[in-house]
């Protein structure tokens, strides 16, 4: 009953979300247009419930800028002011309302990674992968990039072993607050979250 609740919730919310901030979604089109050009939206690869692809979509936050071999530049020289302040509200994420309507997103579960990361897990921390991936998550209320990678696994975790419809309501009220709060954008000394390595003293998964 609280998966079928779970995905009635991100359903409606999720078709509500995309109607009513259609001005918004618009207004930020055309900023972002203005202040980094195009394309407005960003796509990315990203592991869904057990592990599987899929396209994840976001506003674009970053310039296209690359060194002299074609590689891509650190976040901190990509990430514009403009882009800062469209972490920072959590603006960016709004496309992923999409992927929630579509079923592969949850509003609330561990936030989707890099497909790269996959083969660097250990047992326990795949698990986060035993929900589908959401919007926000018990790691974000609880610290979001500020969060060391073997917390913010914890959370994940956590959350997966503790679920209820009631903690994901909690969550997206705790996540109201944060967006206005705006803490924890970061980690301390990078622009977004340091590169997940992996556990050198663990056997991976």
Do not use: C
């Amino acid at each position: 009953m609280n998966k079928l609740l779970k995905r009635l919730l991100d359903i409606v919310a999720s078709a509500l979300g995309l109607i009513i901030l259609s001005p918004i979604l618009l207004i930020l089109i055309y900023l972002i247009r203005k202040n980094l050009g195009s394309p407005v939206f960003f796509t990315q690869t990203r592991p869904g419930q057990d592990g599987k692809p899929f396209k994840m979509i976001k506003f674009r936050s970053m310039r296209d800028a690359v060194d002299a071999n074609g590689n891509p530049l650190p976040d901190s020289e990509r990430l514009t002011d403009f882009g800062k302040k469209l972490r920072a509200t959590s603006l960016d994420e709004l496309p992923e309302l999409w992927n929630v309507l579509k079923g592969d997103m949850s509003l609330v579960g561990p936030r989707p990674l890099l497909m790269q990361y996959l083969p660097l897990y250990n047992e326990f921390q795949y698990r986060r992968h035993e929900m589908k991936p959401g919007i926000t998550g018990w790691a974000q209320v609880n610290g979001r990039n500020a969060l060391s990678w073997d917390d913010k696994f914890k959370y994940d975790v956590w959350y997966i072993d503790n679920y209820s419809f009631m903690l994901d309501i909690k969550i997206l009220f705790l996540t109201i607050k944060k967006v206005f709060v705006r803490e924890g954008i970061s980690a301390e000394g990078e622009a977004t979250m340091p590169y997940f390595t992996g556990n050198h003293d663990h056997e991976k998964k």
